[in-house]
């Protein structure tokens, strides 16, 4: 079964501190990974987008590792601000010929929150 | 420019009741999906149109609907409401809307059901 696990559920953390989120998942075949952030109330906004040949791909302070052998990626987060206080989604695309966005398996994601 | 936008941004029906939600693609897309996100869940697929055709449908009755206009511009229609369709409604727009394009979203329309 197509599947994308996220962990923790959630997770607070102390300003300016680091923090690793995690994502297996079971997607075959593999496309592409990519790690959203969604604010609360707000629609999920792109962060990165990891094909199989990329291990790893930062945007900021947000840095995405991709190990296809394990099927497992990890989005790391430097210094955190306040304004990381949000949802992290993992989604993983299972088509590598185009296909549908049907073919997008999204985890249910982490709770980030960054307590002053 | 203007990135994906919804209409309206809250909505409160009650049961039996139908609804229509708004979507404008980010200008140049040609491809609409739409999403049911409850809190608390990651998104869940409800239908892509690309090119005013249907290219993809998720696992929801057929209480929902949807077009894509001669614009691009997209309506899910949702029939009989119930309890259970109270959730966040996302749209996002692509180029081409394969699977291997990267996605825009809105920020969706909160649909409370009564």
């Known amino acids: 079964k197509n599947q994308v696990e996220q962990s923790p559920q959630s997770l607070i953390i102390l300003e300016g501190k680091n923090c690793t989120l995690q994502?297996?998942?079971?997607?075959?075949?593999?496309?592409?990974l990519r790690w959203y952030k969604q604010d609360t109330g707000r629609g999920p906004v792109s962060l990165t987008i990891?094909?199989?040949?990329?291990n790893t791909k930062s945007n900021g302070r947000y840095t995405a590792t991709l190990d296809a052998d394990t099927k497992q990626s990890s989005l790391h987060i430097t210094a955190s601000q306040l304004s990381d206080s949000a949802s992290y989604i993992c989604v993983v695309s299972r088509s590598p010929y185009g296909g549908s966005q049907g073919n997008l398996i999204f985890g249910k994601g982490t709770k980030l929150s960054v307590k002053p | 420019d203007a990135g994906v936008t919804q209409s309206p941004t809250h909505l409160i029906k009650t049961r039996g009741q139908h609804v229509t939600l708004r979507c404008s693609p980010i200008?140049?897309?040609?491809?609409v999906s739409w999403y049911q996100q409850v809190l608390g869940q990651g998104p869940q697929f409800i239908f892509q149109?690309?090119?005013?055709?249907?290219?993809g449908r998720g696992n929801f009755p057929d209480r929902f609907s949807a077009r894509q206009f001669p614009n691009y511009s997209s309506e899910l229609n949702v029939n009989a409401l119930l309890l259970g369709d109270s959730a966040l409604y996302l749209c996002?727009?692509?180029?081409?809307?394969?699977?291997?394009?990267?996605?825009?979203f809105g920020d969706g329309t909160r649909l409370s059901i009564l």
């Open positions: 996002a727009s692509s180029l081409t809307g394969t699977s291997n394009q990267p996605q825009h």
């Open positions: 994502c297996n998942y079971t997607v075959s075949p593999f496309s592409n």
């Open positions: 200008s140049g897309h040609k491809s």
């Open positions: 149109y690309y090119e005013k055709e249907e290219r």
């Open positions: 990891m094909t199989f040949s990329e």
